[in-house]
């Protein structure tokens, strides 16, 4: 075969593999429903919707009892979200992971990769079956007139004094983060010991 004709194959089959890629990563950041489990230990499912205006619904259940909510945002608007959403959905996922209910801790969820894009980007909480229980459970009672007595003054309690986490810590946490963003999960153990030593 002449080297010409095997540079053009070579060249097509490159095009045909990137494009193929393409495809697959926009198919499995939104139409695949991501699983999950809490500190608590429920039980929970991640789905995306939407083209521009994305909606991101969590679907969890315990032992007894269910629950959802429901967060929008425009994560297009952040750049590295275009060029890998499926970190983006991973990294929300190991963020709800680290909380005991999915959907009452977390008004605003910012994936690290997404720390500095504008407000628009990040995935807001807009329902939450937490919220509508609440409601139903509280209800409104009208304010009745106390009669007025004279109570001591109220002083005012001191503030505690804030603790400074101590370097290895911080450094430690963000060797974690950059481990979690930049590296393949199966190695992320590694790679943030090793950043932890190049930090301090």
């Not at 393409?22 to 939407?50: H, I, L, Q, W, Y």
């Not at 500095?116 to 009745?144: C, G």
């Amino acid at each position: 075969m002449k080297p010409g004709a095997c540079l053009v194959l070579c060249f097509a089959l490159c095009l045909c593999l990137v494009e193929g890629q393409d495809k697959n990563s926009k198919k499995t950041s939104k139409e695949e429903p991501a699983k999950f489990n809490t500190k608590n230990r429920d039980a929970c499912e991640m789905t995306v919707s939407g083209q521009e205006d994305l909606k991101l619904r969590i679907t969890c259940t315990k032992p007894g009892s269910s629950y959802w909510c429901e967060y929008t945002g425009k994560p297009s608007i952040c750049r590295p979200f275009n060029t890998n959403p499926k970190q983006y959905w991973h990294q929300i996922s190991l963020e709800l992971r680290k909380t005991t209910n999915a959907c009452q801790d977390s008004a605003v969820l910012k994936p690290s990769m997404c720390q500095k894009a504008p407000a628009d980007a990040h995935m807001k909480q807009v329902a939450s079956s937490l919220k509508a229980a609440t409601q139903k459970a509280a209800p409104v009672k009208p304010a009745q007139a106390k009669p007025a007595s004279k109570a001591p003054p109220v002083k005012k309690a001191q503030k505690p004094a804030q603790t400074k986490p101590s370097p290895g810590a911080s450094s430690q946490s963000e060797a974690d983060k950059m481990a979690e963003e930049y590296c393949w999960e199966s190695l992320q153990g590694m790679c943030s010991y090793f950043i932890g030593l190049f930090q301090g």
